[in-house]
């Protein structure tokens, strides 16, 4: 009996740890919610002058980039290998760098929800 008792503990445990893991993956691996047209977000950006500083071949911005889809045109944006000087004299030291006109800096991926929080900038409703 009391070896039916551990074995139905133990069954009880494996199944419980597989469970938390299938619960993590789905976690880590789910979809990003999709804002769709972000067009007056972007433009909101652009009129409180919050700027990306980025390379074309860095993969976190290209991610930043993709998030926006075509309305990152609106998103102020240096490209740092084409404007060495400018990204020194802000202090860019990784891509991208989101900088505030107050000084405010936010180093590495931000996605839309970091950015909107950061700024005050409203995001489309889901």
Same mark, same amino acid.
């Given at each position: 009996?009391?070896?039916?008792?551990?074995?139905?503990?133990?069954?009880?445990?494996?199944?419980?740890?597989?469970?938390?893991?299938?619960?993590?993956?789905?976690?880590?691996?789910?979809?990003?919610?999709?804002?769709?047209?972000?067009?007056?977000?972007?433009?909101?950006?652009?009129?409180?002058?919050?700027?990306?500083?980025?390379?074309?071949?860095?993969?976190?911005?290209? !991610?930043? $980039?993709?998030?926006?889809? #075509?309305?990152? *045109?609106?998103? /102020?944006?240096?490209?740092? +290998? =084409? !404007?060495? $000087?400018?990204?020194?004299? #802000?202090?860019? *030291?990784?891509? /991208?760098?989101?900088?505030? +006109? =107050?000084?405010?800096?936010?180093?590495?991926?931000?996605?839309?929800?970091?950015?909107?929080?950061?700024?005050?900038?409203?995001?489309?409703?889901?």
């Amino acid at each position: 009996m009391a070896d039916n008792s551990k074995k139905s503990l133990t069954l009880i445990g494996v199944i419980s740890i597989i469970g938390l893991l299938a619960l993590a993956m789905w976690y880590l691996t789910r979809p990003k919610p999709a804002y769709g047209n972000l067009d007056a977000f972007a433009q909101c950006l652009a009129k409180k002058e919050v700027t990306m500083y980025g390379a074309d071949w860095c993969s976190h911005c290209q !991610n930043e $980039k993709k998030e926006f889809g #075509k309305s990152f *045109k609106y998103v /102020p944006y240096v490209e740092c +290998p =084409d !404007n060495p $000087k400018q990204c020194l004299e #802000k202090g860019v *030291k990784g891509y /991208p760098t989101w900088i505030f +006109p =107050d000084g405010t800096r936010l180093e590495g991926e931000q996605g839309p929800e970091g950015l909107s929080k950061a700024s005050g900038c409203a995001l489309p409703k889901l």
